[in-house]
């Protein structure tokens, strides 16, 4: 079944229908949630306030639109609104909970290197900036869609990803070529 | 990495590290966490929305009838005992309709009863 399949069951009260569409995007939630929010359990609380209003407003999603755009976008404004209410914790560098994946101390030296500098560069970036990076790149999304999830013109998008990507190219130097 | 902003392909490299970076720990256990706090949610409709705006406003409602019906309350309590005017106008119709004097027995019987 595909998002929209889904969708239309869990709006039709199956909830393991909406456990599966949990499944497919919740880490692609977590993440955006983390770009904007930077912290660990804010991020995951923002995530699940998003979820659960998802949920709840399930039966105004259109079938005939993308799920994921729609879905982003509510955790999307559950992030802003928790930023906004000042609902965050105070920010502490997330290269902390990352394992280091099996590498020599040399190499896990340059990775916590590289991490420190893609955390240092995205605190930098504007939020939506960071999130369309997030969506764009690790993602693998569209620009429409990305248009969608932050309500905004797909050129304002490109513009987003544009800027987002020169500020992170500055940030990491050459350490990315090093870890080649 | 591919490092010019003007590619409009997705970065793999790029991605591969933005997902390292922000994916956080115990992926399975946030995804069941998610999953238990929806089974536990109630699903809402358009009723939910409506009885929210409405509980308030009946509540302010209810009060305010309340406070009203003080007051009739109160202001009924408050009324002087029926004075000599009130007991002209519960004078015998005849009284009033024919234009003609009462008869002074007919008045006096009247305020004696306390018409």
């Known amino acids: ?180 | 990495m591919t490092m010019s902003p003007f590619d409009h392909q997705p970065d793999q490299e790029l991605g591969r590290m933005l997902r390292e970076q922000l994916t956080g720990p115990e992926p399975e256990a946030f995804l069941r966490r998610l999953r238990i706090a929806a089974a536990g949610a109630e699903r809402g409709d358009q009723w939910d929305v409506l009885s929210d705006w409405a509980q308030p406003r009946f509540m302010a409602m209810a009060i305010a009838a309340g406070m009203l019906f003080w007051l009739g309350a109160w202001a009924a309590g408050a009324v002087q005992p029926a004075g000599p005017g009130v007991a002209m106008a519960s004078l015998p119709a005849q009284t009033v309709v024919t234009g003609q004097a009462p008869a002074v027995d007919e008045f006096m019987l009247a305020m004696r009863e306390g018409r």
């Open chain 1, 1 to 180: 079944m595909d998002d929209a399949e889904l969708a239309r069951a869990a709006a039709g009260g199956d909830p393991d229908a909406f456990g599966h569409l949990i499944d497919r995007c919740g880490l692609a939630a977590r993440r955006a949630a983390r770009a904007i929010l930077r912290d660990d359990d804010d991020a995951d609380d923002a995530v699940q306030e998003g979820m659960l209003a998802a949920w709840r407003a399930i039966e105004r999603y259109d079938p005939e639109r993308p799920f994921r755009p729609w879905l982003m976008r509510i955790v999307v404004n559950a992030a802003l609104d928790a930023r906004r209410r000042g609902k965050v914790r105070q920010a502490e560098p997330i290269v902390d909970t990352l394992e280091s994946g099996g590498l020599g101390p040399d190499r896990m030296t340059e990775a916590s290197l590289l991490r420190g500098k893609i955390d240092a560069g995205l605190a930098q970036l504007p939020e939506r900036q960071r999130i369309a990076l997030v969506l764009f790149d690790a993602e693998g999304w569209g620009h429409a869609d990305i248009a969608v999830a932050l309500g905004v013109p797909e050129g304002t998008v490109r513009s987003y990803v544009f800027h987002a990507r020169r500020a992170l190219r500055a940030s990491l130097g050459t350490l990315a070529e090093a870890m080649k």
